[in-house]
C-alpha cells in the first residue's frame, strides 16, 4: 500500500512541477521573492506569458525551491501564478521605499503592508497592473507633452530632478562618434539641459574589427570628469556607470541609454545593476534607445538579447539617412562650421572634434561626409528622442538654431 501511495506521489509531483516550469510564473522580481525568497533575483521575461522566477542563473523552480519555506513553495508558486494573472494578491512589500526601488516614484503606498497579502499601489491601481505599459505609455504621453521640452522638471521623457542619461560611443572604426561628441556637448550647453545629469563612456563597442578612436582629450573638454573610457580599463567604466546608475535609481529617477554603438557594454552595466539591486523592475526604470542595425548586429548576441529582455529597449529610425523621421544630423556641406567652432562655450569642443576625425582618416573606415569637410554626429539623434527633440526640421542648421 505505502508503495502505491509512493508512486502516486511520484507521478503527481512531476506533473505539478511540469505544469510549474511552463506557466507564467510573475510580473515582478517581488513575486518571486515572496514565494522563493532572496535566493530569488530576477522575473525573466516578466512581460510574456512564459515569466520566469530566476535565482541566480537558474530557475527557481529547478531548483527544488530550497528557500525557508521549501515545503509551501509548490503551492506558493501556483498561487503566485495565478495571482500576477488577476493582478497581484501575493506579499509584495514592507515598506513603501520597497515599491520604489521596484516601480520608481509612481510607487505610492505598500497597501497591507502588515499582512501576507500586500501590494505595491501606483496612485489608485497596483503597481504590477501597470508596470508592464508603463514604458509605452511614458514615452507616447511624454511625446505628445514635451516636443516644446516638457512640463516641471522634464525635458521630454527624462527627469532633469533625477534621472541620468549614460551616453555610450563605440569609437570602432567611424569618426561620426567624435562629432556626435561635440553634438551632446552642443545640446548640453543649452540652459534648457540646466541640471541634467549624465555619465559617457568611451570604447563602449562589440565584436567589430578596426582601431578604436582613442581621444580622451576630446572627451575631457565635452564632459569634464563626467565620463570614464572602457577601452583603457573596462571594468572602471562599468562600475562607475553602475555607482552612478545605482545613485539615480536610489533618489527615484530612471536611467536612460543613448547607445551610440553596441550594447555589450550596456549588457555588463545592467547584470551588475540587477545583481547589486535585486528588487529593481529593470524593464521599468532603464530604457535604451539604439538607433543603428549595424550597431545591433556588431552587438554580441547574447548581450543585444539580454538588453532586449532585461530593459525599456526601444528602436528608433536611424539617424543616418534622411526622410525617415530623424533631425538628419549628417552633412557634407563645410558651410556649418564656422559657426560650430566660433561658438564661446562649445567652440573648442568642435574644433577639437573636428581635428580629431580628419586624424583618423585614412587609418580605419573612412566617414565620406567628414572626409570630404562635412558633418556626421548622426548618433545625437538618440538624445534628441530621450528629451523630446526627436521632431526637429532643419538638418544640421536646424540643430544649430535651436542649440547655439
Known amino acids: 500500500m505505502k508503495y502505491v501511495i509512493s508512486v502516486i506521489t511520484v507521478v503527481t509531483l512531476s ?22 525568497g532572496n535566493q530569488a533575483n530576477d522575473c525573466f521575461d516578466s512581460r510574456s506569458n ?3 522566477c530566476m535565482c541566480g542563473s537558474s530557475r527557481c ?37 520597497q515599491c520604489k526601488t521596484s516601480f520608481g516614484n509612481q510607487a505610492t503606498d505598500c497597501k497591507n503592508s502588515a499582512s501576507n497579502n500586500s501590494v505595491c499601489m501606483c496612485g489608485s491601481s497596483p503597481c504590477e497592473q501597470s508596470s508592464s505599459s508603463s514604458s509605452s505609455s511614458s514615452s507616447s504621453s511624454s511625446s505628445s507633452s514635451s516636443s516644446s521640452g516638457g512640463g516641471v ?73 563626467r565620463w570614464a ?46 545583481a547589486q539591486m535585486p528588487g529593481i523592475n529593470s524593464r521599468a526604470r532603464i530604457h535604451v534607445v539604439q538607433h543603428s542595425q549595424w550597431n545591433e548586429d556588431k552587438t554580441t548576441a547574447a548581450d543585444l538579447t539580454y538588453v532586449r529582455n532585461n530593459t525599456d529597449y526601444k528602436k528608433i529610425s536611424d539617424g543616418n539617412s534622411s526622410g525617415n523621421g530623424t533631425p538628419g544630423l549628417t552633412t557634407k556641406s563645410s558651410s556649418y562650421w564656422a559657426r560650430a567652432t566660433s561658438d564661446n562655450q562649445v567652440g573648442p569642443v568642435w574644433i577639437e572634434a573636428r581635428a580629431a576625425a580628419l586624424r583618423w582618416m585614412g587609418v580605419n573606415w573612412d566617414n565620406d561626409k567628414i572626409k570630404n569637410g562635412g558633418m556626421d554626429f548622426s548618433d ?25
Not at 541634467?196 to 564632459?223: D, M, P, R
Open 15 to 36: 506533473f505539478l512541477s511540469a505544469t510549474a516550469l511552463s506557466q507564467d510564473q510573475c510580473n515582478t522580481t517581488a513575486q518571486c521573492k515572496s514565494v522563493y
Open 50 to 52: 512564459n515569466s520566469v
Open 61 to 97: 523552480d529547478a531548483l527544488g525551491a530550497s528557500s525557508s519555506s521549501s515545503s509551501s513553495s509548490s503551492s506558493s508558486s501556483s498561487s503566485s501564478s495565478s495571482s500576477s494573472s488577476s493582478g497581484g494578491s501575493i506579499d509584495q512589500c514592507n515598506t513603501t521605499a
Open 153 to 225: 522638471g522634464m525635458l521630454g521623457r527624462f527627469d532633469k530632478a533625477k534621472d541620468l542619461l549614460l551616453c555610450n560611443y563605440d569609437g570602432k572604426p567611424d569618426e561620426d562618434d567624435l562629432h556626435a561628441v561635440a553634438g551632446l556637448a552642443t545640446m548640453l550647453s543649452d540652459s534648457r539641459f540646466s541640471g541634467v545629469q549624465i555619465h559617457c563612456t568611451a570604447g563602449a563597442y562589440g565584436w567589430q574589427g578596426g582601431s578604436f578612436l582613442k581621444e580622451n582629450h576630446l572627451f575631457n573638454l565635452a564632459f569634464g570628469n
Open 229 to 274: 573610457s572602457a577601452h583603457d580599463n573596462y571594468s572602471n567604466a562599468v562600475n562607475q556607470a553602475v555607482a552612478k546608475a545605482r545613485n539615480a535609481i536610489n533618489a527615484g529617477g530612471d536611467i536612460w541609454v543613448a547607445e551610440a554603438g553596441q550594447s555589450d557594454f550596456t549588457a555588463d552595466v545592467v547584470r551588475q545593476i540587477k
Open 380 to 404: 545625437t539623434v538618440e538624445m534628441m528622442w530621450i528629451f523630446g527633440f526627436e521632431s526637429q526640421s532643419g538638418g544640421v542648421n536646424g540643430f544649430f538654431n535651436a542649440y547655439l
